[in-house]
């Protein structure tokens, strides 16, 4: 079985057996990576608050000890949020949303070309550039971004796109930029018009 380490993210809600079983066997072999994924699954899954704290806490450590699947993992449950049940408004929330957490985790990762976290923070990067509107003196939900922020997230965006000339990535990751390279393309036109 081959396990796509670069899409796997966008597969955990397919609860998927075998891929769990082959995870959890690769992460008991001592693959740090699968083990950020593993546990980034099971926290998906879980119901219970005292367990999803724990899972933070595993993932924050490995991320501590330079993983960088582990901080692409919490840069996504950050961005996500996780409640008890996503289908009820009062539902408990586990983990709640925040942007600014999950830039510092999806930044982390990619610090090491991790095409998935440069892709999130170029993605969140165009969207702040087109949300936000600075003509008039409306209060907005969130921190609006400064001049600052807009221009490392172009760096994101540049890096990106320069990692498709990079012939140490595996095939996955290759795939992925070719994949997404026309939209992080077109984000970084946007910011010069």
Known sequence: MTINSVN???SWYDEDEKLLKELKKRADDGNQECLADFIGIQTELFTNEDEVKANLAALKKLSDQGISRASLVLGVLYNEGLCKDSKVNDSEIFIEQDFETSDLYLERAAKENNPVALFMLSLHTWFRHSVFDYSDDEEYPCQSPNKEDFEKGKKWME????????NSLDEESREYIQKHMPLVQGWLKSFED
């Open 8 to 10: 796997i993210l966008f």
């Open 159 to 166: 890096k990106f796109i320069s990692l498709a000339s990079d």
